[in-house]
């Protein structure tokens, strides 16, 4: 594990929220990387997407939650009826979502799962846990077999990875690689110093999210190109 600051204060985010798509009852937008989700407890932590939507959507309600290093596509509800709409959705599993994620090493075989219970370790880890861990699946396709400079320009064999996600389970894509043998690069948490080292930003990027629009019932599969 990198070096945690005690207590966390998230450095300041210049970047803006994309919004992808508005409509009277949903926002979907892209998070940049580097922007809490929902602010902290500590004051410094006040900036996150919550608080910066609230400002012009004002019973905007987060449905879920990327990490503070990983970008792209989230789905807002606008009140508290609509929320309750989707929210039962994310219960029943029928909201699907992939990610796009740059691994160290060349992933093999290219296709596969991933499932190992997940369960919470020491703060902010988690860890993987037979006993009392929750279950957790993770489908995996290499996309194509990439080299990453590291500090010294050397090229290091990396794999472009596209995941689905089958539950959503809290770090559970970075644990996931992590056990793969193959961890997402620039992950503070749980890769090597050599992956950790490879990227500035974590190297996960939330590309497609489907869901059933909750006014028209219309399934929507919105999607947000991955800025690497």
């Given at each position: 594990?990198?070096?945690?600051?005690?207590?966390?204060?998230?450095?300041?985010?210049t970047e803006s929220i994309e919004i992808l798509y508005q409509d009277e009852s949903i926002l979907l937008i892209n998070k940049p990387s580097g922007l809490l989700s929902l602010s902290g407890k500590h004051p410094l932590n006040k900036d996150s997407v919550h608080f910066r939507l609230s400002q012009k959507f004002h019973d905007a309600r987060l449905l879920h939650r990327l990490d503070f290093g990983t970008s792209g596509i989230m789905l807002v509800a606008l009140n508290k009826h609509i929320n309750g709409i989707l929210t039962r959705q994310f219960q029943a599993s029928t909201i699907a979502k992939t990610?796009?994620?740059?691994?160290?090493?060349?992933?093999?075989?290219?296709?596969?799962?991933?499932s190992a219970p997940i369960a919470k370790g020491v703060f902010p880890l988690q860890v993987i846990c037979g006993e009392t861990g929750k279950p957790a699946l993770t489908d995996y396709e290499v996309i194509r077999h990439v080299q990453v400079p590291n500090e010294t320009g050397h090229p290091v064999a990396c794999s472009r990875v596209?995941?689905?996600?089958?539950?959503?389970?809290?770090?559970?894509l970075r644990i996931h690689s992590r056990e793969l043998g193959h961890p997402i690069l620039g992950?503070?948490?749980y890769a090597s110093d050599a992956a950790f080292s490879l990227a500035s930003r974590l190297m996960l990027h939330a590309t497609s999210l489907a869901f059933e629009h909750p006014l028209t019932g219309k399934r929507i599969t919105a999607r947000c190109q991955s800025p690497f």
């Open positions: 594990m990198q070096p945690q600051a005690d207590p966390f204060i998230a450095p300041r985010c990610y796009t994620a740059v691994l160290q090493g060349h992933v093999t075989p290219e296709h596969g799962s991933i596209l995941f689905k996600p089958r539950t959503g389970r809290t770090h559970q992950c503070d948490l």
